[in-house]
C-alpha cells in the first residue's frame, strides 16, 4: 500500500508532464492513466530508495514515444486543444491568456526541446535527475535546454 500512496502523491507532476509531452488533455490523461498503470503492474521492478516520481516519468516518456511512433506509422498527429472563452476577473484572464501562449509556444518545440523544458524548468529537476529519467549525456541535455530556451522566448515574443 505504500507503494500506491506515494505514487498518488506523484500524480500532478506526473500529469503535468504527460501534459507537456501529449499537448491534448484527453491524450495527456490517456497517456497518465497508461503510465500508472504499468507503474502498479511493473512495481517490482521499482527499487525501493530510487525516486519514484523519476521513475514513473520515465515510463510515462517511453509510452509517450511509442504513442508517436504508432502515430507517425499511421501518419496521425495530436490535435492542439480546443481554443475556448476565458472567464473570469480580468488578472485571472491575462494568466489563461499567458498561460495558452506559453502552451502554444510549448507545442511548437521539438518533443526533445519539450521535454527537457517540462523536466528541468516546468519540474524542476536537476540537470542530472533529468538526464537520467531521458537517459541522454548531461551535455546533450544541457545543449536541448538552450536551444529549447531561446526557441521558447521566440515562440512566446510572436505570440505577443
Known sequence: MRFENELLTHLPRLRRVAHALARNPADADDLLQAAVERALTRRDQWQAGTRLDAWAIRILRNLWIDTVRAQA????????????????????????????????????????????????????????????????????????????????????????
Open 73 to 160: 506509422r499511421r501518419r496521425e498527429t495530436f490535435v492542439p486543444p480546443e481554443e475556448g472563452d476565458v472567464v473570469g476577473r480580468q488578472g485571472e484572464q491575462e494568466m489563461t491568456v499567458e498561460m495558452h501562449n506559453i502552451g502554444r509556444a510549448m507545442g511548437k518545440l521539438p518533443p526533445e526541446q519539450r521535454e527537457v523544458i517540462a523536466l528541468v524548468m516546468v519540474e524542476g529537476f536537476a540537470y542530472r535527475e533529468a538526464a537520467e529519467i531521458l537517459d541522454i549525456p548531461i551535455g546533450t541535455l544541457t545543449s536541448r535546454l538552450v536551444r529549447g530556451r531561446e526557441a521558447l522566448l521566440g515562440h512566446l515574443g510572436e505570440a505577443a
